[in-house]
């Protein structure tokens, strides 16, 4: 049930963020994870393959969407249903593109910190808490204003 | 550079620059400058050592300028942080210095500071040596930062669990965490967004650790309350999309009866949200609410879909796994229709021409989420033509994901539907286009999904297009098919050709070809010849004409292996069948040259096939010994092995000239009786169920056709299907039987449970009925309910609830003097709000004391309450009926369950209803029981008389001495009695006594006769009042006379 994790690189894999919610398998470690997503992502064609890797592991399918250089990605339960998911990551890339202004990559390396400030605001326990723009966009100027 | 491109439109955003930290900035921009990775390298292990000398110097100056220290410490955990992404997690171990620095930034008041910290430790607690290093800390600064009165530093604190309390930490574990967090959703105080938040946080403890609740059966039944007491303003969507995911893991693990009361409001809010997100008039400030991007709020319905989805279950699902869950026949006929509305209002959505992205893709999360549902829910049919109908259309979209998913739902409605399903899929447009699509289609896992679906369409109409498209595909595809799908490929089309295949030359061919074209290595491929060996030797037409392919085959010259090892084990067995058409010394030089091209493992059969062909043909006895000769030097210990043994064998049988040992050797093989056919196992999961379950399975497959061949193996018509092997074809006809049995069972309980409405449960034990507890005083409203036909069920200050019982009328019948069930009767509940406030998610749950195993009394028509809100000093109804099948024990009456909550109260009133056997005659109108059939002293006696010769004590009751407290006379007993519906005997002969009689009517076991003594004890009289004594007869032999007897004792003593 819900989202196992989040994850964002770039075209060369370089990582720009990374959440978990649940435990990778035993003994998985989290680099050889992640490079064996971005190996599978990166060889596939974009305008020919779904946004769906279906059985990536016996309990995780991926549904990712690339923007620009950057894929993001959720891993989620296989009993889940794809497409909220899709529309998940659409809704995180749009709040992070109002909160920054024209988001690029760039802002997403120097201000890495407001950008899990907004993952979080939108994702808690692996599921989405606020769907509202203008709600989300609010509390975030509020705490990007705080001390 | 891209990366300095916008993702999206035009924007001017709202982060604040004056929030930035410059040193960190610094330090990533000159990061980035170093393109070399080993300067990058140098760059991160410099700034690490002047990290590290920092938080050592810091350590030591006593925080002279806290602010400045926090800042510093701030800037430096973030660069830390940094690192480690950057670094791909990678430099875990040169970052875990910082941990106890984080540990006092986790201290900090000031929000920036906190946050970071916070922060960096939601990525580290993946890792298990940060967890085991600092956990107690964390844990401690939590249940401060829980305390804290500023909701920011709360909000925190919950984040932080509910991001890591999933991984492997003992934060679930940890009580008083847990105490706090609930707090938080109890507390009526607590801001909206905090308890948005905080349902998700204790979802994520929950998911970690179920026994938080499944260990305190009463904190569950207390906290699950609460939770669902969340639920109750409808008009919140916002809080409830953060609900959803907490009530959907409760209902599918811990307590779905407690969720199902929730079925009617669900299906409201959705019907709601598609009704106005659909409208072209949108306006009012809740349907904006439940808009997102021009289309229905996508969330709130994929999340409300996936907890029905967990409470219904659908009629075909007997063996559902979730206990307490609804049929799909027990909504009522309201709710369903509201959902078959939001169905086809959604279909009608996706006409809808759009532009927008994430319209197009909202629109379809909608429609499939939906029609993965609302198949469900279908009884006739026509709503699943419907889905299947749009769904078809989609096949062809451009959109490679739409196709993806249109696939995997089409997957998933014939899984559950079936046949009908299936045969819409089937129509000749639709299976073509799915094999077009097969064959150009680029993307593998949508390839592997056609391939799924195909399997699941097969039957023995189309079998032969579908296996013929599938074979050649391997050899067609546009894409490189990758090993994995061949495999697949091979073994779905083996298993199709054995269970639909209807001409047995045709499954020969078949699988012949489908070993041929197999790849060499996989070892699963074992299976299907070997698979092929067991149903040839079972079936003896065939073992002919499977010598004659099998050797076309490796005339060949790159025959496949699998070919050769099913042609050593099956020419062995039968070349002397084709020995007038092919030389045995031909077949020998056939393999001789095979051996050489092939693994150590086919060579060694085929040593046993050459000994084989020598039993049939002597003459080749020295060529054959030359070949065994070869081999005595095998480095491999099988060959060596088999070659000497088998040398030996000819030499000997050379020798004496005696064929009996090779005969005896090599005896026929006799039928296999494997039981199932292995392959199964290798299908993986095709639709949700386990595989045989799973299986479509023609209706058309009758046992007779199968014992047919049974009983006809040696026929020569090559119009047969194939026998698999013997044992195994009795133990499919046993499985058509079971299917029957269980198709018996499921109408049964179908018939059970008809129409009866939202909360009818399937659960198998009454559980839920003892264990619930009545409020103190039940047992006054229990008896008046017994013994009035309206009246107060239960008063409170907030509210009242009243009720009335009458006489079930159906649409169909008028006529009240006649009335076509006379065991069935309507109870309509009034709720009255009392109270200064509103009263919020009123809802209420019948407990029947069973469903299952031939219940008493059965509730049905159950309507939903007209609302779940009571403005004050307003009234809301519900209804239901209950049919009295035979008589029952007034004390398993229906308990009744109502929760509301009013002014930040949560309130839950358990109450017994009094309804008994006697009820009918109750509500029946005192016409029905006719003046005219009123018993004269003498007919009663006669009667009374009659009973006790013809059953003895059998089906009468006794109780002396009751006593009545109060100046309860004779008269006023009569009175009471008179008013309950009994006929009471116009008599003054005897003083003190009184002659009742009446019939009892039951559904399942009919009409009873039932006459009653009632006298008063002259000579008793107690203080407190009048002692009665009572007789009851009746013409049952069962309890049916002790159940009036107790009924009368709660009616009289009120």
């Known amino acids: 049930m819900g989202i196992q994790f989040i994850l964002c690189f770039n075209k060369q894999g370089v990582v720009r963020l990374v959440r978990w919610y649940e435990q990778l398998e035993k003994n998985e470690d989290t680099q050889a994870y992640i490079s064996s997503i971005y190996k599978l992502l990166s060889s596939r064609d974009h305008k020919n393959q779904s946004n769906f890797i279906e059985s990536f592991t016996e309990k995780t399918k991926l549904v990712y969407k690339r923007y620009a250089g950057l894929y993001f990605v959720m891993g989620i339960d296989t009993k889940d249903e794809e497409a909220i998911h899709l529309s998940n990551i659409h809704l995180f890339v749009e709040v992070l593109d109002a909160f920054f202004g024209n988001v690029c990559e760039l802002d997403i390396v120097f201000n890495f910190y407001k950008a899990y400030m907004t993952m979080d605001e939108m994702f808690i326990g692996g599921e989405l808490q606020e769907i509202s723009k203008e709600v989300l966009l609010e509390r975030l100027s509020y705490l990007d204003g705080l001390e | 550079m891209e990366n300095t491109k916008s993702f999206l439109s035009n924007n001017s955003g709202v982060a604040n620059s004056a929030s930035l930290i410059k040193g960190l900035q610094l330090f990533i921009a000159d990061l980035r400058l170093s393109t070399q990775i080993d300067d990058q390298e140098k760059r991160i292990h410099s700034e690490l050592i002047k990290i590290k000398q920092q938080f050592e110097s810091s350590g030591k100056q006593k925080d002279r300028n806290s602010k400045v220290s926090g800042y510093q410490r701030k800037k430096n955990i973030a660069k830390l942080a940094y690192i480690y992404i950057t670094s791909n997690t990678n430099k875990l171990d040169d970052i875990l210095f910082g941990l106890k620095e984080i540990i006092i930034l986790l201290k900090s008041k000031v929000y ?230 939001s ?330 009786n494997s039981k199932t056919n292995p392959l199964l196992k290798r299908l993986g999961n095709v639709g949700n169920s386990t595989p045989t379950s799973a299986m479509p399975r023609p209706l058309s497959r009758s046992t007779s056709n199968l014992s047919h061949q049974i009983s006809s193996p040696t026929s020569t018509t090559s119009n047969f299907k194939p026998i698999p092997p013997a044992s195994r074809s009795r133990s499919s006809t046993t499985f058509s039987k079971n299917q029957f049995e269980f198709d018996n069972t499921s109408t049964m309980t179908d018939s059970l449970h008809t129409k009866s409405t939202n909360v009818v449960n399937v659960n198998n034990n009454n559980a839920s009925y003892m264990n619930q507890v009545l409020i103190s005083d039940w047992q006054t409203s229990f008896s008046r309910m017994l013994s009035f036909k309206q009246g107060n069920l239960y008063t409170s200050p907030f509210l009242k609830i009243m009720f009335r019982l009458a006489p079930f009328s159906s649409t169909t019948t008028t006529n009240l003097t006649n009335p076509d069930n006379p065991y069935k009767i309507t109870i309509s509940l009034i709720f009255l709000n009392q109270s200064e406030w509103p009263i919020n998610g009123l809802n209420t749950e019948l407990i029947p004391y069973k469903t299952q195993g031939n219940p008493e009394y059965i509730i049905t028509d159950t309507s939903a309450i007209t609302s779940n809100t009571i403005l004050p000093q307003k009234r809301v109804e519900q209804s239901f009926s209950i049919t009295i099948r035979r008589p029952f024990d007034a004390n398993t009456a229906p308990i009744m369950i109502t929760r509301y909550t009013c002014g930040g109260s949560v309130n839950k009133v358990t109450l017994k209803l009094g309804i008994s056997t006697l009820s009918p005659i109750l509500t029946a109108s005192k016409q029905i029981n006719g003046r005219s059939s009123i018993l004269t002293l003498s007919d009663f006696v006669s009667r009374w008389r009659q009973l006790r010769e013809n059953m003895d004590k059998e089906g009468e009751c006794q109780l002396n001495h009751l006593i009545l407290k109060g100046t309860k006379n004779i008269e006023t007993v009569k009175n009471v009695l008179n008013r309950i519906g009994f006929d009471i005997v116009d008599q003054t002969n005897i003083p003190s006594t009184i002659f009742l009689s009446t019939i009892i009517h039951t559904k399942s076991d009919g009409n009873y006769g039932c006459l009653i003594k009632i006298n008063k004890n002259q000579l008793a009289n107690d203080a407190n009042g009048n002692s009665f004594d009572i007789i009851c007869k009746t013409t049952s032999t069962g309890l049916l006379s002790k159940y009036i007897v107790d009924t009368l004792q709660y009616i009289l003593s009120l």
């Not at chain 2, 599918?252 to 659909?278: E, H």
């Not at chain 2, 879909?305 to 609804?326: W, Y």
Request: one cysteine or more; hydrophobic letters at 45%.
């Open chain 2, 343 to 672: 169905v086809s209002k959604v279909i009608e959505l996706t006409t809808r021409e759009t532009h927008d992205q994430m319209e197009k893709m909202v629109q379809n999360t909608i429609l499939f989420s939906l029609i993965n549902f609302s198949s469900k829910l279908d009884t006739t049919g026509t709503a699943t033509i419907n889905s299947i109908r749009t769904l078809c259309t989609l096949l062809v979209s451009p959109e490679v994901n739409i196709r993806f998913l249109t696939l995997d739902s089409l997957i998933k409605i014939c899984t559950i539907r079936g046949k009908i399903a299936i045969d819409e899929v089937c129509v000749a447009k639709n299976l073509t286009l799915i094999i077009k699509l097969m064959n150009y289609e680029k993307d593998a896992s949508l390839v592997r999904k056609i391939v799924d679906l195909l399997y699941v369409l097969t039957n023995t109409e189309n079998i032969k297009i579908i296996v013929n498209q599938l074979i050649k595909y391997p050899m067609k595809s546009k894409i490189n098919t990758d090993t994995k799908l061949k495999r697949d490929i091979a073994i779905k089309v083996s298993v199709l050709t054995e269970r639909y295949a209807t001409d047995i030359n045709w499954f020969l061919e078949i699988s012949l070809k489908l070993l041929s074209i197999l790849s060499n290595s996989a070892s699963q491929e074992e299976l299907i010849w070997e698979r092929l060996c067991q149903i040839i030797v079972n079936n003896p037409q065939l073992h002919k004409l499977a010598c004659e392919e099998i050797i076309e085959y490796m005339s060949t010259n790159n025959t496949s292996e699998s070919i050769v090892k099913a042609g050593a084990f099956i020419l062995g067995e039968y070349a002397n069948l084709i020995s007038d058409k092919y030389a045995i010394g031909d077949l020998f030089n056939l393999f001789s040259d095979k051996y050489f091209l092939v693994s150590n493992e086919t060579r060694a059969m085929i040593l046993t096939t050459i000994l084989k062909l020598y039993r049939f043909a002597p003459e080749l006895g020295s060529v054959v010994i030359k070949f065994y000769q070869l081999e005595l030097n095998s480095l491999d210990i099988e060959l060596q092995t088999r070659s000497y043994e088998y040398l030996k064998i000819v030499q000997l049988s050379k020798m004496n000239n005696d064929s009996n040992l090779l005969e005896f050797l090599l005896a026929p093989i006799p039928p296999f």
């Open chain 2, 112 to 341: 920036s500071e906190k946050f970071m910290a916070y922060m960096t430790l939601e990525m580290l607690f993946q890792h298990e040596s940060v967890v085991e290093k600092i956990e107690s800390d964390i844990i401690q600064q939590l249940l401060i930062d829980f305390e804290s009165t500023n909701d920011d530093h709360v909000a925190l604190a919950l984040n932080f669990i509910g991001i890591v309390a999933g991984l492997k930490n003992n934060l679930a574990l940890n009580n008083e965490l847990v105490d706090e967090v609930f707090n938080i959703i109890r507390s009526p105080t607590s801001s909206l967004p905090l308890k948005k938040r905080t349902s998700l946080s204790f979802l994520n403890l929950l998911k970690t650790n179920p026994t938080l609740l499944t260990n305190n059966l009463q904190r569950q039944d207390l906290w699950i309350q609460r939770i669902i007491a969340l639920f109750d303003d409808q008009k919140n969507y916002r809080l409830m999309v953060s609900v959803l995911p907490l009530l959907t893991y409760i209902a599918s693990y811990i307590d779905t009866t407690s969720c199902t009361r929730l079925v009617p409001q669900l299906v409201q809010t959705l019907y709601d949200c598609i009704m106005a997100g659909t409208s072209s008039t949108v306006n009012s400030q809740l349907s904006k609410e439940y808009m997102f991007a021009n289309v229905p709020n996508p969330w709130l319905i994929t999340k409300i879909v996936s907890l029905l989805n967990i409470l219904i279950v659908s009629d075909n699902e007997v063996n559902s796994d979730v206990p307490g869950a609804l049929y799909a026949s027990n909504i009522g006929d309201d709710v369903l229709g509201k959902l078959r509305t």
